[in-house]
């Protein structure tokens, strides 16, 4: 069984930084963070896989966000620049088990964590 949590939301104003983290217990082939705004989708933000460490990041993020990882730890992070208004959501960690595939769409992904608020504003 894959058990997750993410920690390190809050309110953050434009231009600002927060570093999410996701604790991860059990087996997982990939993990990856996944958005979602009041009334909008789930949206894919970034994502790695284990067997290579490539990693994969969501057109709207890419150059401000970056996901690393501590074996050590057992621990995700996603460290986020430069926030704008509109990266407001719920931030979700989610895990991946027997895909090898490197991708962003959430029906790949077989475990969620409960999620944790990321508020930009001024």
């Known amino acids: 069984q894959v058990q997750l949590a993410e920690s390190g ?51 709207s993020v890419k150059g401000r966000f970056t996901i690393s990882r501590d ?10 620049n430069s926030l704008k208004p509109e990266d407001t959501a719920v931030y979700y960690c989610a895990a991946s088990r027997g895909t090898s595939a490197l991708s962003l769409s959430p029906h790949l992904y077989n475990y969620w964590g409960q999620g944790t608020q990321v508020t930009v504003s001024s």
Do not use: H
Request: charged letters at 20%.
């Open 71 to 80: 074996n050590a730890k057992n621990t995700v992070y996603l460290q986020m």
């Open 9 to 59: 939301g809050g309110l953050v104003q434009p231009g600002g930084s927060l570093r999410l983290s996701c604790a991860v217990s059990g087996f997982t082939s990939a993990i990856g963070w996944f958005r979602q705004a009041p009334g909008q989708g789930r949206e894919g933000v970034s994502c790695f896989r284990r067997i290579d460490d490539r990693t994969l990041y969501g057109d």
